[in-house]
């Protein structure tokens, strides 16, 4: 016999969906790589995630294709974390500080479809993109006002695909044990290596993370994270 009280998955999604309902009016903060503060609410946030999956859908992403980001902390790679993870695909998440070398054999290894990039790793992609077999398209992370001019075949705007579409997504439901996330390590001998984190995986530790033991966080802090999402 099985109890069917919250019988639902623990997905990422939920966790957007959650900030949506009860905290839709609390905002994420960011300061640009084009320069200015940007703020807007966890309820634009919801939209343009679902944006970003549709996008992605358009772009041929399937589930459990790899799409890598190379980026900073920004209210654009929240929106790439949750739209990747919450549609079934895995993120992974680029660590720019790596040897150029171990970045190629990553996103070669990981077999990443698309690379969502910040504009100020432009020169980096510029040299190591031509060498990361997998990669359909590369992703400016930036408006069309702020695109930089390159030789780098397979580039679009962030900010066109994203307002292509009209947000009317349904986050799907799946196992829970599912891939979200992806990392290598560094300092590791060897080449890097692949570590899985699951949707519940993510769920649990976000839960935890606001129990009084842990860091005991609620919608009454302000938090700002200083460890990079990579």
């Known amino acids: 016999m099985l109890g069917l009280m919250q019988e639902w998955p623990l997905l990422v999604s939920k966790i957007l969906e959650h900030a949506e309902i009860n905290h839709n009016r609390r905002e994420i903060v960011t300061l640009t790589t084009e320069g200015p503060e940007h703020r807007y609410t966890y309820g634009e946030c919801g939209i343009r995630a679902r944006k970003v999956a549709q996008a992605l859908e358009r772009l041929g992403v399937g589930f459990g294709d790899r799409i890598g980001t190379l980026a900073w902390n920004t209210y654009r790679h929240v929106e790439c974390w949750y739209a990747i993870s919450g549609m079934g695909a895995v993120t992974h998440t680029i660590n720019p500080r790596l040897f150029p070398e171990q970045i190629v054999y990553i996103a070669n290894h990981a077999e990443d479809r698309i690379l969502f990039f910040d504009t100020t790793f432009m020169p980096l992609i510029e040299k190591l993109g031509p060498m990361m077999k997998s990669i359909e398209h590369f992703v400016a992370m ?73 860091l005991s966080m609620s919608s009454r802090d302000n938090v700002l994270p200083v460890v990079p999402m990579f």
């Open 142 to 214: 930036t408006d069309s006002a702020h695109m930089p001019e390159t030789s780098l075949p397979n580039v679009v705007c962030y900010e066109d695909i994203v307002e292509a579409e009209d947000g009317n997504y349904e986050w799907p439901e799946f196992d829970e044990n599912t891939a979200a996330g992806l990392c290598y390590t560094s300092g590791t001998t060897g080449n890097p290596k692949g570590v899985l984190y699951s949707n519940r995986s993510n769920v649990l530790v976000s839960m935890s993370a606001c129990t009084t033991d842990a």
